[in-house]
């Protein structure tokens, strides 16, 4: 599927906002889809510092498509993140976005993610409605000059938007996924959305082990993407750090992040260590958006 980033700075309730659309997927709850299974018995595990730190400045960084100034500094939630689903869709995928929450929180340390119950604690608002509510979804949400952008620019399929304050830290921010999607489609979506809220933003067609790529579906919480949100989520990682600011972390980051990975993965050898080797196998409404659309060849 191809993925599209659109970013926009401006001031709500005396907020500095940016937004971003994806389109991507997810984990089934029970019986893993056929397409994702494939994926996950060819998916490489191996990566070495810089084909990781490559991929980190490609996507923490910038915006596909941006309103206003361009952000090169990193943005990310600096307190507990709680996520609420709306649901005005079916099939009914509340269970399925609870356990594609529980999967990130799962392989993600020092992140606190949890779903909530109660919208008014929640600080993501996973919208689920019906492939043919989409577009008005958006429109109610972003108000129609910003949708008609979004959707001339980037044909989203699914979305999410991110608000962040002056010091670059995400207050809130937004999923709005079709629930009638196929099996495959909504995970890619859940997941993709769900990872890009969070603060890995920008898509890049360079990177070819991340869903934060136009050409590449993975429908779940690949192994380079986990080193990738271990490290924006690392306590030394501070929102509103430059690129120089975060390389010059990097050397002490890496070992941590990557026995973490290594262990929540149940990997062993070069992946644990040095990855040289390949591997077998009322808050503001958010204004920057991410998108996918149509589908493309597997990895």
Sequence with gaps: MRRKYLSSACSIAAATLTAAITIGGALSAQAENDAISTRRAAERTSFSNEEIKDGLFKTAFGAELQF?????????????????????????????????????????????????SDRKDANIVVFLVRARDFAHTIRSRYGESAAKKIQQSLHPQCLSGIAKDESYRI????????????????????????????????????????????????????VYDQYLLNILYDPRIRPGMTKAEVDALLPDIFPTVRSWVAQVNSMRGNNARDGLTVGERKRPAPAVYSERAEPQQPR
């Design 68 to 116: 206003g100034r361009r952000d090169e500094r990193i943005r990310k939630f600096d307190e507990p993140v709680r996520v609420f689903v709306d649901n005005h869709g079916s099939p009914a995928r509340t269970a399925d976005i609870a356990a594609i929450v529980e999967d990130i929180r799962a392989r993600v340390d020092h992140l606190d993610l949890a779903v909530t």
């Design 171 to 222: 207050r809130r921010a937004e999923v709005i996924l079709p629930v009638d999607a196929d099996e495959f489609q909504f995970y890619d979506c859940a997941y993709e959305e769900l990872l890009q809220s969070m603060g890995l933003i920008n898509d890049d067609s360079s990177v070819p082990w991340t869903m934060f790529n136009d050409n590449v579906q993975m429908g779940f919480f690949d």
